[in-house]
């Protein structure tokens, strides 16, 4: 066995462990069961290419099952960029068709090497599927190109770095293989330099993929913790608004304002702003003391022992700085002036 071969039994090895690694997340997210079909495709075709020497003809039974490497990784570039709807029925009937095209190629080959049938309808066929094949996998391409690159233009810093090694490891792998072999001389084309060529784009594919998904993981945990740790804080400064505002009464002070209490809570006033809005379904600040101070206000008008209390009074025990304010925010949450809804108390 040679070097190109133990580089090629390499790829392969590496190949189906990172097939199995993925599949056994595949439950975690989509792009985890394409890529292992990826993978397993791309150590077939490998395994198709290795045994062309050994064990022809019957290597193209071996690759028969690597018919997913362009349309895979087509397949993994729309589960990894896009966030909903990735991979959707169309999309598989124009990966099936292609796959369709490869099996049949080699299932051809096949037949025509071992029966060594003699008939002129096979080439033509097979040339026909050969360039459906090149043209289906080159638009495959293209689209996996396109995938990485839509995320360069509207996205976050996170995934435009992604999409930035997706694409720099995309064209060197696609160059190294079209580009580069093409400048080969053809002594050495027609000998190892286009296997080593493909081993190389292979294994710059498997490891800077395997990478992506990776470095994906840690920056989704990384955010999940950041989101856990921000929830966790506001709660606990939620907390302490209750306890000043409802447990200590600081909603019967007139002069009470936001500043005061992130003043005495050591926190910006925008994140008092946040708490009322996310926590107490508040509009304001004021309109959440108001609400306080008029449910304030209610058990005053309710009592027996107060009903001789005028309603100035009432406002000013409940926090209110005079009478107008009062009357306006206890229409506002009662549906009623503080006069009509003492008389309603009366008449009930």
């Not at 997340?25 to 292992?36: D, E, N, Q």
């Not at 060529?197 to 999940?224: E, M, P």
């Not at 505002?245 to 992130?262: C, F, G, H, N």
């Not at 926190?267 to 309109?287: D, G, Q, S």
Request: proline letters at 3%; a positive charge.
């Amino acid at each position: 066995m040679d070097l190109l071969n133990i580089a090629q039994l390499f790829v392969i090895l590496l190949s189906l462990v990172l097939a199995a690694i993925h599949y056994r997340l595949r439950r975690s997210h989509v792009l985890h069961i394409v890529f292992a079909v990826f993978c397993a495709s791309s150590s077939m075709h490998l395994g198709y290419k290795l045994t062309g020497n050994y064990w022809a003809p019957y290597h193209h039974l071996i690759g028969v099952f690597g018919f997913a490497t362009c349309s895979g990784y087509w397949l993994f570039s729309r589960a990894f960029f896009r966030k909903t709807n990735p991979i959707n029925r169309h999309h598989l009937l124009f990966v099936g068709l292609l796959g369709a095209c490869m099996i049949l190629r080699h299932l051809l080959r096949f037949s025509e090497k071992m029966w060594l049938l003699d008939t002129n309808l096979l080439p033509a066929l097979t040339i026909v599927l050969s360039e459906a094949i090149a043209l289906l996998s080159s638009g495959m391409l293209i689209l996996a190109f396109w995938e990485g690159y839509r995320v360069l233009q509207s996205a976050t810093a996170i995934y435009r770095k992604m999409a930035g090694i997706f694409l720099t490891s995309f064209m060197i792998s696609c160059s190294s293989v079209m580009l580069f072999a093409a400048a080969l001389p053809t002594d050495l084309l027609a000998g190892e330099g286009r296997g080593w060529l493909v081993a190389f784009a292979y294994t710059l594919i498997l490891i800077s993929t395997h990478g992506l998904i990776r470095y994906r993981q840690q920056q989704f945990d990384q955010k999940v913790k950041r989101t856990d740790s921000s929830v966790q804080e506001e709660n606990a400064l939620a907390h302490q608004i209750h306890t000043l505002l409802v447990k200590e009464k600081r909603y019967l002070e007139p002069s009470l304002r936001v500043a005061d209490i992130a003043r005495e809570l050591d926190v910006p006033e925008y994140r008092i702003r946040t708490i009322m809005l996310n926590h107490f379904k508040a509009k304001n600040f004021n309109h959440y003391v108001n609400q306080m101070r008029v449910e304030h206000a209610k058990t005053i008008l309710s009592a027996p022992d107060k009903s001789d209390w005028p309603v100035l009074v009432v406002g000013i025990e409940s926090g209110f700085a005079s009478a107008a304010p009062f009357s306006r925010a206890f229409k506002e949450f009662a549906g009623c002036t503080p006069g009509q809804y003492r008389k309603q108390l009366l008449t009930t």
